[in-house]
């Protein structure tokens, strides 16, 4: 497609399920990066990956938190035991990665919602 | 990783000239200095990249003095629609993006 397609848009789910959020970047796109915005506040980096190299995991907040990549396609997070507070948009981005920075390019995000 | 600060929040008028400022003091050789803006319900959206002195495109310019310390987002003759959230960012390629706080820029009549 001609931009990151993220799904669903919104996921409204039960405190305890488990949830996997999807992630279609940029056909070419090496990197491709996940984010976590709560209502009203800036951007919380998740996990990032590029290439095969092995993906930056830092901003996992817990171990209830995973992602995947298949080669340099799709993305999947998963958050197990979905808590409250898990609630929040999560958005995806990609970007070709080279001896020059080039732009990010966001997904709409998906709308998560822990009742 | 260069932490960068700018201000929380900015009010301009429609037709007036904003420059947002961006500190970056740690920022390293390999880095890059980025904006972007980010509509409500909306993912950011990337609007101008340099490394120094002076970048302009069609939306807006960037100014980097030599010691690039510290970084200028300038948004000529401002309209209700440039009310948004502007994050800057110094990173490296092949790195994470670090996203702070951002500046709430609101434009009024």
Known sequence: ??????????????????????????????????????????????????????????GLPSDRFSAERTGESVSTLTIQRTQQEDSAVYLCASSLVGRLNTEAFFGQGTRLTVV | LAKTTQPISMDSYEGQEVNITCSHNNIATNDYITWYQQF????????????????????ASLFIPADRKSSTLSLPRVSLSDTAVYYCLAHQAGTALIFGKGTTLSVSS
């Open chain 1, 1 to 58: 497609g001609a931009g990151v397609s993220q799904s669903p848009s919104n996921k409204v789910t039960e405190k305890g399920k488990d949830v996997e959020l999807r992630c279609d970047p940029i056909s070419g796109h090496t990197a491709l990066y996940w984010y976590r915005q709560r209502l009203g506040q800036g951007l919380e980096f998740l996990i990032y990956f590029q290439g095969n190299s092995a993906p930056d995991k830092s």
């Open chain 2, 40 to 59: 409500p319900s909306q993912g950011p959206r990337f609007i101008i990249q340099g490394y120094k002195t002076k970048v302009t495109n069609e939306v």
